[in-house]
């Protein structure tokens, strides 16, 4: 990795270990960012953390996800996150002033800086050239204590980026086809740095829409070179003093190569339910539809919502289909308002949504039974959407005006000359919907609702547990799977007790029950286990539901981390073991304590079935001492009992 951009900003930071793939390394962190679906638990974890006052550069408090206030919870959490934010010194960006990703871009941002975001797709910062990662809600609480963020120093893949995009084709379709060639696993453990002549053919928002769907890859970020187009970006943005330039050494050494020439590609969508189900629009043309719902942290740019009110513009879309816009932030809403593209959008039969994640997350807006719905997002899991029996295609904006005009899945292609929009030198600015923390933070007292309760932990790790397999997935298993979202449940998110009955509710409704009957219990898990969202409540919950060991053939890389953070064990199995692993088998571990200790595989008698099989924990010298005392809160608790 010698000579990337990803190593000179990792060098920069790097406060312990050695810069070469594989191995742990530890860097600082200059920024953070949390949401509010999961930074309720990063802050309460924070608050036991004991810190006076966050230790970054710079730290943002937004809310996003959870803004449906059906009843008081989400209002309440709304409330605590404020009067945290001003009481440790965090910048608060209120409901309705966008997606954290997108205002995170416009308005913070900065290239050569390193970001730890409460959310899967901080790596969107990637597209100004900055090192965005997403984590568990408590490794962002450390990593605002001022402690250095641990990862494995990761592979750099150069995506060779040629020629230009053809009229119709968007950056979505890059990072689609990506997706295609990758698939959802194909990017663990990797950076995807983007280089080539191609680059300077895309602007900042569109490069963000590439690093933003990374997440859906596995990747543990992706990175844009700080070139013109970023200087632009943030000259339209009125903060040009934070540019440098930044991009790889010519002789660069990368892991591994990809590449793709931007002029050969064409309209992709991804098919229900995974990111990487790519296929060319063309093939799927003609699919009904009945849904189409544009924005998310993907492609809610202005440019973005742009391009569709000028596909839409004098039209009016088809009888047959609700069409959903969320802009992506305050800013985009107030310049599509006043440059009249708002009007064109709602003259045209769209449906205005605020600001927010709205029906990415399943905040409303689940479609018609057995919908096809066709969404500029980046997840269309099976019943993220609300709707279990919906298939959610995941298009560019271009692809989505379309199908809203036409009722059916179409090559935009076919309409003829592609739209044109002309972006402004200068955006509006307007920050006064970003509350700076107080002054005098003494005086501000924490508000806490009746909703919000205490983060649980779990006891040190046992020498020997005898439990029973409570559930066997397969491949692939998303955190939606694992604990779904939407509106009937994220409203929990501040409540452990009560959103642990909704574990794994999609796949096994009688999950939780059986869990609690046993006191609980292992999962059986394939390949890939846990990808998608951060969402440290899929570890949360099945520890407080008493699951002691997750035995998969691998894991995703952000939620094996947060199974360590709350006392799970990750245990690596073979494909033959995980074949003749049933639901029910009683399975005995013994020595525990001294095998993860050793980081000896680990002897696993199935009482059951009669035979012996051995189970891997990988785990760093960290991780090890951290499972040992329970989880991160337990272990930390211990280091200030010993000081
Ligand atoms: C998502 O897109 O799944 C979310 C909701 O933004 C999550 C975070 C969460 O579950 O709160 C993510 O991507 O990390
Ligand atoms: Fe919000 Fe969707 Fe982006 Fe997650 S993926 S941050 S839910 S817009």
């Given at each position: 990795m010698q000579g990337t951009l990803t190593h000179k900003i990792l060098e920069q930071h790097?406060?312990?270990?050695?810069?070469?793939?594989?191995q742990e390394i530890q860097i600082r962190i200059d920024q953070t960012l949390t949401q509010d679906a999961t930074g309720t638990m990063a802050y309460l974890q924070f608050e036991a953390l004991?810190?006076?006052?966050?230790?970054?550069e710079l730290s943002v408090s937004y809310v996003d996800h959870?803004?449906?206030?059906?009843?008081?919870e989400n209002a309440d959490d709304h409330r605590y996150l404020q009067t945290v934010a001003a009481k440790y010194g965090i910048y608060f960006s209120r409901p309705?002033?966008?997606i954290c990703h997108q205002v995170h871009l416009e308005r913070f941002g900065i290239p050569g800086k390193t970001l730890l975001g409460a959310?899967?797709?901080?790596?969107?910062?990637?597209?100004?050239g900055m090192i965005g990662i997403g984590a568990g809600g408590l490794d962002v609480a450390v990593a605002m204590a001022g402690l250095p963020f641990t990862l494995l120093a990761p592979r750099v893949v150069r995506v060779w980026l040629r020629g230009a995009l053809p009229p119709w084709v968007g950056a979505k379709d890059v990072i689609l086809e990506v997706l295609r060639r990758l698939?959802?696993?194909?990017?663990?453990?990797k950076v995807l740095e983007y280089a080539g002549?191609?680059?300077?053919?895309?602007?900042v928002p569109e490069r963000a829409t590439i690093t933003n769907m990374g997440a859906e890859v596995g990747a543990t970020t992706s990175l844009f070179p700080s070139d013109e187009q970023t200087r632009a970006f943030l000259a339209a943005q009125?903060?040009?003093?934070v540019w440098q330039p930044l991009a790889a050494e010519t002789n660069a050494e990368y892991e591994e190569e990809l590449d793709l020439d931007l002029s050969a590609l064409e309209p992709l969508v991804a098919k229900?339910?995974?990111?990487?189900?790519?296929?060319?629009?063309a093939e799927v043309a003609?699919?009904?539809?009945d849904q189409v719902c544009i924005g998310s942290c993907t492609n809610s740019s202005l440019r973005d919502l742009m391009t569709v009110a000028a596909i839409l513009r004098g039209k009016h879309i088809h009888p047959r289909v609700s069409l959903t816009i969320s802009p992506g932030s305050r800013q985009v809403l107030t310049m599509i308002a006043r440059n009249g593209a708002l009007a064109d959008l709602v003259a045209a039969g769209a449906r205005i949504l605020e600001s927010a994640c709205g029906p990415c997350?399943?905040?409303?807006?689940?479609?018609?039974?057995d919908a096809v719905s066709v969404r500029s997002f980046n997840r269309n899991f099976l019943g993220r959407s609300g709707t279990r029996s919906a298939g959610v295609y995941l298009a560019g904006p271009e692809v989505c005006a379309v199908a809203a005009l036409t009722g059916e899945l179409t090559d935009?292609?076919?309409?003829g000359a592609a739209p044109r929009v002309d972006l402004p030198e200068r955006f509006d600015l307007d920050d006064s919907m970003i509350l700076p923390p107080?002054?005098?933070?003494?005086s501000v007292e924490i508000v806490r609702g009746p909703n919000i309760r205490p983060v649980p932990t779990r006891g040190p790790l046992a020498d020997e547990i005898e439990m029973s397999v409570l559930l066997k997935v397969g491949d692939n298993v998303t955190t939606d799977d694992i604990l779904p979202a939407g509106a009937k449940v994220l409203?929990?998110?501040?409540n452990i007790p009560a959103i642990s009955?909704?574990?794994f509710s999609g796949i096994d409704p009688g999950f939780a029950a059986r869990a609690r009957e046993q006191g609980g219990g292992f999962i059986v898990g394939g390949e890939?286990?846990?990808?998608?969202?951060?969402?440290?409540h899929a570890a949360l919950a099945p520890m407080y539901l008493g699951i002691q060991a997750v035995l998969a053939r691998s894991f995703a890389r952000i939620h094996q981390a947060n199974l360590v953070n709350f006392g799970i064990l990750p245990l690596l199995i073979t494909a033959e073991d995980y074949a003749r692993l049933e639901p029910g088998d009683r399975l005995r571990l013994e020595g525990l304590r001294e095998t993860v200790r050793s980081g000896e595989p680990i002897i696993v008698q199935n009482l059951t079935r009669d035979f012996a099989f051995t189970a891997t924990p990988r785990l760093s010298p960290h991780q090890v001492e951290v499972l040992l005392a329970g989880g991160v809160l337990n272990y930390v608790r211990q280091q200030v009992r010993k000081a």
């Open positions: 790097l406060v312990s270990g050695t810069l070469r793939s594989g004991g810190v006076p006052r966050v230790r970054t959870n803004t449906l206030q059906v009843s008081f309705g002033n966008g959310d899967s797709h901080t790596p969107t910062a990637g597209g100004l698939t959802v696993k194909g990017g663990v453990g002549p191609g680059v300077a053919t895309l602007s009125g903060r040009q003093e229900p339910h995974s990111p990487d189900a790519v296929v060319p629009v003609g699919t009904p539809v997350i399943g905040m409303g807006q689940a479609p018609v039974t935009p292609r076919a309409l107080a002054a005098d933070p003494e409203l929990l998110r501040s009955e909704f574990v890939n286990y846990g990808q998608g969202s951060s969402r440290e």
